[in-house]
């Protein structure tokens, strides 16, 4: 079965920072992996869609790494700004078309 | 684009009522997704339709749930009676293609049940 987690679970940085977030899954057969932002109180955007068969997505400042042999994969935010505060879910869609797995989220919070 | 659509945003009931939660997907996207989202167990899948066909509903908790998918642009997820543990956020999405697609998630409905 396949299990998502995010480490760690909540982080704060001062704003310009660069920051790492982390994704690890247990079963490496997945069609693609995808991180969501999530506002308190709204519903998850797609940020980066990264397929099996890719390294890695890039989106202006988020930048996401695929190791899909150990199972990770990594969303780099560069010079963080406080409009970056929120959760940062990652979810892998396995075998089954439909069943896409998400992790719990990091709630990252950018201080001024 | 309007997006996805989700409606009511909001739904305080008491125990044993019918709750019915709306989705209308993005036009064109032929995948719908019911998720629901509680701060113990996260996000979870709840049941997923292609072509308005249910394809996979092992998500759905009980038989007290169901979700219908009449036409293309509208999708209900009802659960009859209701029970204070489906307190929760639940979210529609949808995609085209669902394998190499990414899921577009609506506002979600907080569902509260006293």
């Known amino acids: ?112 | 684009d309007a997006g996805v659509i989700q409606s009511p945003r909001h739904e305080v009931t008491e125990m044993g009522q019918e709750v019915t939660l709306r989705c209308k997907p993005i036009s064109g996207h032929d995948y719908l997704f019911w998720y629901r989202q509680t701060m113990m167990r996260g996000l979870e899948l709840l049941i997923y339709f292609n072509n308005n066909v249910p394809i996979d509903d092992s998500g759905m908790p009980e038989d007290r749930f169901s979700a219908k998918m009449p036409n293309a642009s509208f999708s209900t997820l009802k659960i009859q009676p209701s029970e204070p543990r489906d307190s929760a956020v639940y979210f529609c999405a949808s995609s085209l293609r669902a394998v190499h697609s990414p899921l577009h998630f609506g506002n979600g409905t907080r569902l509260t049940v006293t």
């Open chain 1, 1 to 112: 079965k396949q299990e998502v987690t995010q480490i760690p679970a909540a982080l704060s940085v001062p704003e310009g920072e660069n920051l790492v977030l982390n994704c690890s899954f247990t079963d490496s057969a997945i069609y693609n992996l995808q991180w969501f932002r999530q506002d308190p109180g709204k519903g998850l955007t797609s940020l980066l869609l990264i397929q099996s068969s890719q390294r890695e997505q890039t989106s202006g400042r988020l930048n996401a790494s695929l190791d899909k042999s150990s199972g990770r994969s990594t969303l780099y935010i560069a010079a963080s700004q406080p409009g970056d505060s929120a959760t940062y879910l990652c979810a892998v869609r396995g075998g089954s078309q439909g069943n896409l797995i998400f992790g719990k989220g990091t709630k990252l919070s950018v201080k001024p």
